[in-house]
């Protein structure tokens, strides 16, 4: 009998356990991107990636602790580059999204395709979607240590 209440208070502390770390594991919730300027870098880079990435950029967002893989410090950009701000990696990343893993995260969102939505009513929506790369792109550069 003994052995019974050991076990069934063995499984009573796994499943007490497993709850209490339910409960403490963070969970990203998805949400529709809301429109920003295209003209402010600023502005989407709030909007879009400080979330994930921090208000300062350097990948302690609020949403961070619920990635797999910790958000890219983007204020070390230049540095990883050999001084020099990797502008197209960069639009490339935000255009098409990441091809390898080990360059970041694959919950990272592919911008380009959720920044097309932002502007179906324009006639030229690519256009759009270029100037904000673009001007995220350069806003990135300006946060570079």
Known sequence: MSKFISLTSLAVLASATLFVMAQQTPKVTA???????????????TTYCAACHGANATGNGPAAKALKIPPTDLTMLSQKSGGVFPSNHVSSVLQFGLENPA???????????????????????????????TNLTGYLRTVQK
């Open 103 to 133: 360059h970041g995260s694959p919950d990272m969102p592919v911008w380009g395709d959720l920044m097309r939505t932002l502007d179906t009513g324009s006639s030229n929506p690519d256009v759009l979607v270029r100037q904000r790369i």
């Open 31 to 45: 949400v529709s991107i809301k429109p920003t300027s295209a003209a402010s870098g600023q502005q989407m880079y």
